[in-house]
Each structure stands twice: as structure tokens, then as C-alpha cells.
């Protein structure tokens, strides 16, 4: 009797496994799922950053910036983000410090206005690559008294 009810229930479990397979790889087919908006994490700090050294230093200060994308099509209002920015610039002058916590909520509109000029298909088709170096240029075209050498992202989240 037991083994005719354990029996029952690894069939039980192999049609489950086998259902959850098949409607994974439908769905990968249809392209209803796929793995392309998988985000890959950037390091947390200048410590994970191989061959930083000590002349790196990084800004933290804008927290999470919430933006929201421009509307797509007949749709009213674009796709709220959050992110959270993160700057590697070379160890300078106390001036440079300065400048980036006195220009800090310039920094936080420039990525407000970057999202805002972009819908959230645009963002995906050129990628985050390509939005950290526009970002960085415009970060850097704001900046006088030195220059941000990366940007990377803590958070990098669309809310659909």
C-alpha cells in the first residue's frame, strides 16, 4: 500500500516538473519571458574595482534618484525608475569634493531630464552601457573643477 502511494506521488511530482518545464520553454519561444533586461550588478564600492588603487576615490551622495520616462506612444505618463548613481573620480583637491556636494542636486536633474527624454523601449535598445556614458558626459560637462572617470549603478530598477 505505502509503495503504491509513494509510487502515485512521484508521478504526481514528474507531471508537475514536466508542466512547469513545458510552459517555461513556451514562454521563452513566444518571447512572452526572456533573459535580455537580466541586469549584471556593478561593484558596490572602489574596494571591488580591480586595479583602482588608492588614487580613486568615489561619490555616493545623490541616494536614489526617482525619475520617470518619457510616454510612449498613446500611453499619458512614461515608466517610473529608481536609481542609484554612483561616481569613481581621481583623488583631488578638497575643491572637487566641494563642488560635487554643492552641485549635488544639479547631478540629481540631469538624470531626471536624461530618463525624461527617453522612453523606457529607447533605454533598453541602447542599453546601460550606453546610458552610464551619456550620463557621464553630461555629469562631466556640469563639472569644473575635475572630471568623473566611471558611473556605475547600484539600483537600476523600472516600476511598469
Known amino acids: 500500500m505505502k509503495t503504491d502511494i509513494n509510487r502515485i506521488l512521484i508521478y504526481v511530482l514528474i507531471g508537475i516538473g514536466g508542466i512547469i ?8 519561444i513566444s518571447g512572452k519571458a526572456s533573459c535580455h533586461h537580466i541586469r549584471h550588478s556593478d561593484p558596490a564600492g572602489i574596494s571591488e574595482i580591480n586595479g583602482a588603487g588608492e588614487n ?5 551622495d545623490l541616494g536614489t534618484v526617482r525619475a520617470v520616462t518619457k510616454a ?13 548613481p554612483w561616481f569613481a573620480y581621481e583623488k583631488t583637491d578638497s575643491a572637487f569634493k566641494e563642488e560635487l556636494a554643492y552641485k549635488k542636486q544639479g547631478l540629481k536633474s540631469i538624470f531626471i531630464q536624461y530618463f525624461a527624454g527617453h522612453t523606457q523601449k529607447e533605454l533598453f535598445s541602447i542599453g546601460e552601457k550606453q546610458v552610464k556614458e551619456d550620463l557621464l558626459q553630461l555629469v562631466n560637462n556640469s563639472l ?4 568623473m572617470k566611471a558611473i ?9
Open 56 to 60: 580613486l576615490a568615489e561619490f555616493k
Open 72 to 84: 510612449e506612444g498613446d500611453v499619458s505618463t512614461g515608466v517610473s525608475l529608481a536609481v542609484a
Open 21 to 28: 518545464f513545458f510552459f517555461t520553454v513556451l514562454g521563452f
Open 144 to 147: 569644473e573643477m575635475g572630471k
Open 152 to 160: 556605475y549603478f547600484d539600483e537600476y530598477i523600472f516600476f511598469d
